[in-house]
């Protein structure tokens, strides 16, 4: 099944908290179309907007019955590691380290995706989709060449794309993180 914006709210949130990420106190944040849903559902998507996973679809819309995109998805995920300590429980990583934080990846431009580069997918969204490739996040290999930016984020893929992005937080147990750097001429996941 395809997978909500209130529903993906409950998932990250639930990921922010595993990862150690302090949430806000889901205080209302002048989304005018959550007022129908549960209180969890609507402090989850006022904790998202509080920690600045979502933006939301307007400045006062969340638009919760709509389903996540691939894109959207790259997006949360990226702003949620981006915002998550990369140590293990969350201690500093040495500057021998080669783990590789969010935000350094795109300078690589390792990419097999052909459509990313097309109208309608917006900068961050491209900026997001290259580094979750980089880090494994989608869990392609280098023979899949389109990613989907605009197709809704199905159960599945959004287990795989959690479970690959906690690999990169202080959520795994201390002493079990490992990150290769490809220096191939074709570099990327799945090397």
């Given at each position: ?12 949130t639930r ?6 990420q302090?949430?806000g106190t889901?205080a209302?944040?002048?989304?005018t179309?959550?007022?129908g ?6 402090t989850?998507?006022?904790?998202l907007?509080?920690?600045g996973?979502?933006?939301?679809t ?5 638009s919760?019955?709509d389903?996540?995109t691939r894109?959207q998805?790259a997006m949360?995920?990226e702003?949620l590691?981006?915002k998550?300590a990369i ?6 990583v040495?500057?021998?380290?080669v783990?590789?934080?969010?935000g350094?990846l795109e300078t690589?431009?390792a ?7 097309g109208?309608g997918?917006?900068?961050e969204?491209h900026?997001a ?9 989608p ?6 060449t389109?990613?989907?930016?605009a197709?809704d984020?199905?159960r599945?893929?959004m287990?795989t794309?959690?479970?690959n ?6 959520a ?7 990150q290769t ?6 570099p990327g996941?799945g090397d």
């Amino acid at each position: 099944s395809n997978i909500p914006r209130w529903q993906m709210a409950l998932y990250l949130t639930r990921t922010m908290d595993v990862v150690g990420q302090t949430l806000g106190t889901g205080a209302d944040q002048s989304f005018t179309d959550i007022g129908g849903y549960s209180a969890a559902i609507q402090t989850a998507i006022n904790q998202l907007a509080q920690s600045g996973v979502t933006l939301g679809t307007t400045a006062t819309t969340y638009s919760p019955d709509d389903n996540v995109t691939r894109e959207q998805m790259a997006m949360f995920v990226e702003r949620l590691l981006g915002k998550t300590a990369i140590g293990p429980n969350g201690a500093a990583v040495s500057s021998a380290s080669v783990l590789t934080t969010i935000g350094t990846l795109e300078t690589q431009n390792a990419y097999n995706y052909t459509e990313i580069d097309g109208a309608g997918i917006t900068f961050e969204g491209h900026e997001a989709i290259e580094e979750l490739y980089n880090l494994g996040v989608p869990g392609h290999d280098k023979t899949v060449t389109t990613f989907g930016p605009a197709v809704d984020i199905s159960r599945d893929e959004m287990a795989t794309w959690i479970t690959n992005a906690l690999a990169h937080t202080n959520a795994r147990p201390e002493g079990l993180w490992v990150q290769t750097v490809d220096t191939s001429a074709t570099p990327g996941f799945g090397d």
